[in-house]
Each structure stands twice: as C-alpha cells, then as structure tokens.
C-alpha cells in the first residue's frame, strides 16, 4: 500500500500551531508510516514548535497585513505572490493526499494553491467568528471542522462539521494530576491558588492588573502561578516572590491546570476549548486587539451557557476585584461554573477531525 502524506499549515500563535500539531500526531497514530510535513510562516513561532514535536517545516516568506500603513504593507504582494510560487513548488515535490489547515498566515497562500491543483483541503476553524483567510478558502474547501454553533453566515453549510477544537491529550484527566501538580509547584494545600494566562506571547493588560492589584490578591489567602509571556518577563520577574510564581512560558500545562482553583485568561479559541476541558471556574478577559474583536465573541458563547465569568478590559479598573474576591469566596458559584464548562467541553475533537481527513485520501 502506497504511503500516506500529508501537509499541515497553521502558525503565527499557538492557538494556531498546536491544534495542527494535535492533528498530525493522530494521523501518525493511525498511519505510522505516513510522510507528514507543516508549511509555516518564517520567523514566526511554528518554525520552532513543530521541529520540538518531531515534525519537519518548510517556511513562507509571508506576513498579515496591518492595520495601518507600514513598509510591511507595501511589501504584502510581494511576499504573497512569492508565497503562492513557493507553495506550488512543495505541494509538486511532496504530492500529500490531503491538506489541512488550521489557521495562520502560511495556511492562505498554501490552501488556495492546494485548492487549485484539486489536492483534497480540509479546514480547521477554531473562532467563533472566522478570519477572512478562512472565509476565502472555504468555497473550494471539502471540509469546514468548526468549534461553534451559527457559523452558516460565514460557511457553505453542507461542508461544516461541528468537532470542537483539537486539545492536548494530557489534559483529559487532569483530576488525577492534583497531589502531583501541587507539588511540581511547591505549592501551599490550605491556599487557593490562581493561575494567570496571558496567552504564548503574553498579554500586556493582564500583567498591568495582576501587578497593580497583587497585595489585594494575596490578602485573600491567593497563591498566584503568573504566565506573564516571554515578551514580559523581564519586566515582571521582580514579583517572583513567596506565594508567587512569574513565569515566561508554561511547559507542564496539565499540571498547572490540575493545581489551578480559579482561572484567569484570554479567550483564544485553543485556550477556550482546553479550559472547557478542565472545567474549573474562568475569569475571561478577551484580546480586544484581534481581527472582528473574536476573542470577546469566543468567550460569550462559553458566558451565553453559564459557564463563565467575562470582563472587558474596559470594565478592570472597577470591576476585577469585586468580581474576583466574590468568586473566591463562593464555592458554589466555582462549582456551578466548573460542571457548566465541562459540557460544552469536546474531548473527542482530534479524532473526528482525523476521520473527516481520512474520507478525503484518494479524492484528488
């Protein structure tokens, strides 16, 4: 039997990355000998994360655009007519059976070739409201696998899957992990302890709260686990002190999440559905310097179901520690939030993908 092969693009964040990367390890599990290669922006983080998970890139000389007027912009023809050239080239040398898409800038430019040459595409979509490169694709897509309910406005109807988004293994028992998670953290059993998500990069409005309510946090018996970003750290390693921990990047996520009370976060899509998972009580603060505001939509369709808190950042200066110190202090509304999560939550997300790819080997 002839060998597999498959292409994976998606990057700029992990939000993008992982999810392919959660994808190409079910393919490898089904197809042990398969060829599996991602296609990724260069410069960008996935030329890093998918060679540290076993997978070979090839990177695209191609950036978004900005949203005001840079040099950046007025190379933007150049890169992607460049990028188009290039993804023909790959997709001639590696003939892959099916390619898939999570999301990112490499995924346009590679999909629409791919589209073109009649390869067999499949889209992952994990936002609640789409991003216009997956708007674009999807009218020659053969598979739309979405994460949310009411996307008919952005998508072909009879393309789309509702899968939910592809999560990490190791967060599908994460009660288990408890005992073992307070100790990788050295933590203190008669503290709730908050864990602070800024996101891969990190998250510039959540730091500026965290630093400026910190001493409010600790009075209410707080031990505080700080992701703060590689971009931030230097800034706000200071902190590091007893009953806070800072951190740039956080490796063990499902021992953070085990030892984690209560949550505070962005509401990336990848983020969302790993959290749905968890099921443990949410404070989401959404990005509100992302395309078509999709943080905030993501995060109100988790709210919409009861299942967790949203504060805008417009609302923090009044609102965070009155809303934060009544969570911590009412276990039944941190259990109520906890069960409402866990069932929006879809475990088996990978694996429906995977099996809507597996119908398409052999379409081209």
């Known amino acids: ?214 001493d409010n946090l600790l009075s209410l018996n707080v031990q505080i686990i700080w992701q703060c970003g590689k971009f931030y750290f230097d800034e706000y390693q200071k902190y590091n002190k007893y009953n806070v921990q800072v951190v740039p990047f956080i490796e063990r996520m499902d021992l953070v999440y085990a030892a984690a009370d209560i949550i505070i976060s962005r509401a990336g899509a990848s983020s969302v559905s790993e959290l749905c998972l968890v099921a443990k009580p949410v404070i989401f603060i959404p990005s509100p310097n992302v395309a078509e505001d999709h943080q905030t939509k993501n995060a109100q369709a988790i709210v919409d179901k009861k299942g967790a808190i949203l504060l805008k950042e417009s609302q923090l200066e009044d609102d965070f520690m009155i809303v934060f110190e009544s969570l911590i202090k009412d276990i039944g509304k941190q259990q109520f939030l906890g069960k409402s999560m866990k069932k929006l939550a879809k475990p088996n997300a990978t694996i429906q993908i995977v099996d809507e790819i597996v119908k398409l080997i052999g379409k081209s």
């Not at 997956?134 to 739309?144: G, V, W």
Request: a positive charge; proline letters at 5%.
């Open 1 to 214: 039997m002839a060998k597999h092969k498959f292409i994976l693009s998606g990057g700029g964040t992990g939000g993008h990355i992982y999810p392919a990367i959660a994808i190409a390890n079910e393919l490898q599990f089904r197809f042990p000998d398969s060829e599996i290669l991602f296609v990724g922006a260069k410069d960008k983080m996935e030329m890093q994360k998918v060679p540290q998970a076993g997978y070979k890139i090839k990177g695209l000389w191609i950036a978004g655009l900005q949203r005001k007027l840079t040099i950046q912009n007025a190379m933007f023809p150049f890169k992607l007519i460049h990028s188009l050239w290039e993804s023909r080239k790959i997709l001639k040398e590696f003939k892959p059976d099916v390619v898939i898409g999570t999301g990112g800038f490499a995924s346009g430019p590679l999909l629409k070739v791919a589209n073109s040459m009649n390869i067999p595409t499949v889209i992952q979509e994990q936002n609640s409201y789409p991003g216009i490169t997956n708007k674009l694709l999807s009218k020659k897509a053969n598979c739309i696998c979405v994460a949310y309910d009411n996307l008919e406005s952005f998508f072909p109807k009879e393309k789309m899957i509702l899968t939910g988004n592809p999560v990490r293994q190791d967060l599908m028992d994460i009660s288990s992990k408890r005992t073992e998670a307070i100790q990788y953290f050295k933590l203190d059993t008669n503290k709730k302890t908050l864990l602070v998500l800024g996101g891969s990069l990190g998250a510039r409005r959540i730091n500026q709260l965290i630093e400026k309510e910190l």
